[in-house]
């Protein structure tokens, strides 16, 4: 995962992170990655689907590629490889977020994304504003 060592520590204190570091560290990669492409690209990110993971990437995304539209789909596996391993509660899925350049459609599967509401974006933009 971004951020994170090789090997993973399954200590209560790492699932629980700061959320402003990791609103900081998804801007830097971001905006790193931003650097390397030009401004016609399409950016694709999938990201967990909890409400602080999800609405921190759509918010730094936005933030980073105003012009792009914004596309999301969300996948929800009725079976999840944690169960394999005891772990019986609902999970959440993933979704994944497509940005396409102006003049560009999304591919079929993708629904226009919801825009973040300002109150819930201002954590992630002030971390995208501070590393760019």
């Not at 990655?33 to 689907?49: C, G, M, Q, S």
């Not at 609902?90 to 999304?106: N, Q, S, T, W």
Request: aromatic fraction near 6%.
């Amino acid at each position: 995962m971004l951020g994170e060592g090789e090997l993973p520590d399954y200590a209560t204190v790492q699932r629980h992170r700061d959320r402003k570091r990791y609103a900081q560290m998804l801007s830097e990669v971001l905006i790193a990655a931003k650097r390397t492409l030009d401004e016609d690209a399409v950016i694709y990110v999938r990201t967990d689907a909890r409400s602080f993971t999800r609405l921190t990437t759509q918010a730094v995304l936005s933030e980073l590629w105003p012009s792009h539209s914004q596309f999301a789909r969300h996948e929800k596996p009725t079976q999840s490889q944690t169960r394999l391993f005891g772990h019986k509660s609902d999970k959440p899925g993933e979704i994944d977020f497509l940005l396409v350049p102006p003049g560009r459609v999304a591919p079929l599967g993708f629904a226009l994304a919801e825009p973040v509401a300002a109150a819930e974006a201002i954590e992630p933009i002030v971390a995208c504003a501070r590393a760019a």
